[in-house]
């Protein structure tokens, strides 16, 4: 079992910068390919960033509208996955969960509780 708690949402203006954090209970490196996603009002969860395998440390992939402004990474000593997210844009606002999704099983999936962003003046 894997638990997820993202934490580093709020309001910020246009332009701004925020960096979430996704801390893992029990471990992750290597067991589970971890992404970030997010969700707005009135749409569907998407994805926004993704590292390519369960051991990538820098390689990952990101959805269009993003690319250039976000990254992800990740402390494997402190189990915790983050997503530094610049150049802040109003149509960014969403709650934005953390991901583990098994290397072998699609079937085990876990999600964090979400952490809402705001942007907006």
């Known amino acids: 079992q894997v638990q997820l708690v993202e934490s580093g949402g709020g309001l910020v203006q246009p332009g701004g910068s925020l960096r979430l954090s996704c801390a893992a209970s029990?471990?992750?490196?290597?067991?589970?390919?971890m992404g970030w996603y997010r969700q707005a009002p009135g749409k569907q969860r998407e994805l926004v960033a993704r590292f390519t395998s369960a051991t990538s440390t820098f390689s990952s992939d990101y959805t269009e509208s993003v690319k250039g402004r976000f990254t992800i990474s990740r402390d494997t000593a402190l189990n915790t996955v983050y997503l530094q997210m610049n150049s802040l844009k109003p149509e960014d606002t969403a709650v934005y969960y953390c991901?583990?999704?098994?290397?072998?099983?699609?079937?085990?999936?876990?999600w964090g509780q979400g952490t809402q962003v705001t942007v907006s003046t």
């Open positions: 029990g471990s992750i490196f290597g067991i589970y390919v």
């Open positions: 991901n583990a999704a098994h290397r072998f099983y699609s079937s085990i999936n876990y």
